[in-house]
């Protein structure tokens, strides 16, 4: 029998318990991250910054938790940069920087292409209840996002998935003023 492989089977254990940790911390992190995301678009302020509160929690324990593992929580830190965008838009009419959200570059470009999605709707939203200035003002959050990325060109491997979200973020752009331009004709 080789000595060092009860050595190697508690390391592995422990690494697989790690795992599951992080695991488990960026689903919770992401299902609140979404529920803040319909706060905020409900109007709900108070639920949606009492969600925000508990997200921060999640986050903070995801951090001490998932050093090797940071590719399995990627997802939920995007998550988070999106929620926490899409609050600072809404409710300080301004875009967070990188070191405000304590984010990584990935999560920061990946979550501000996906927030554009969520201005998009608040965008409509203020269209259906007839605030085209509202309206303006996301649009051009939307515009200032997708600007701003334009010139990022990595491969999938640098960069997961960010051509196809800026590729959709394009398309939203160019949907939303069109819906724009018709609500100013009216």
Known sequence: MINDISSVEKKMQSLEEQREKVLSLSRELIRNAGKAIVAMHAKDKPKAMSLLSDMEKIRTSLLKTESGFEYNSLQAHQEYVEAKVLESIMFSRKIPRMKELKADEKAYALGLMDVVGELKRETLNSLLDNDVKAADSYYGFMV???????????????????????????????????????????
Do not use: G, M, W
Not at 161 to 185: C, G, P
């Open 144 to 186: 200032d996002i997708y600007d701003s990325t334009l010139h990022l060109r990595f491969a999938n491997a640098i960069l997961p998935e960010f051509r196809r979200k800026q590729d959709a973020a394009r398309i939203q752009v160019e949907n939303t003023a069109s819906e724009l331009l018709r609500a100013k004709q009216k």
